[in-house]
């Protein structure tokens, strides 16, 4: 009985450990920003909004920085993940999260990502 709860619990705890969500998240939400993946390091995925696909593939934190100096900044947050290798440099992605730090970019933890088709 015990052995069944204890595998049951960590059974649990493997599932929710994963943020990608095959649930709709609406990007007018105040709490959720779209966006392309242009960096990523070994815990966070770097989301830029209002750039093309093709902008994406050929940014990276540098890039955007230098950018920003000289033009408007696009929006910019790093979202922290517990697996960054799931994602891809130039997916387009919707992240749910709660609470940002307001540097640039931002930063915060994500709830839940979805993963937009094109």
């Not at 105040?30 to 392309?36: C, F, I, L, N």
């Not at 750039?51 to 910019?76: G, N, V, Y």
């Amino acid at each position: 009985m015990k052995l069944s709860i204890i595998f049951f619990t960590i059974l649990t705890l493997f599932g929710a450990c994963s943020e990608i969500t095959d649930e709709e998240l609406d990007p007018e939400e105040a709490d959720v920003e779209e966006g392309y993946i242009v960096d990523k390091d070994e815990s966070r995925i770097l989301v830029v909004g209002d750039i093309t696909r093709e902008e994406a593939t050929k940014m990276d934190e540098q890039k955007l920085m230098s950018r920003s100096e000289s033009s408007i900044q696009p929006p910019a947050v790093w979202f922290g993940v517990n697996n960054p290798g799931d994602y891809e440099l130039g997916q387009l992605v919707r992240v749910e999260f709660e609470g940002m730090d307001a540097s640039y970019p931002g930063q915060a933890g994500a709830e839940k990502i979805q993963i937009v088709g094109e």
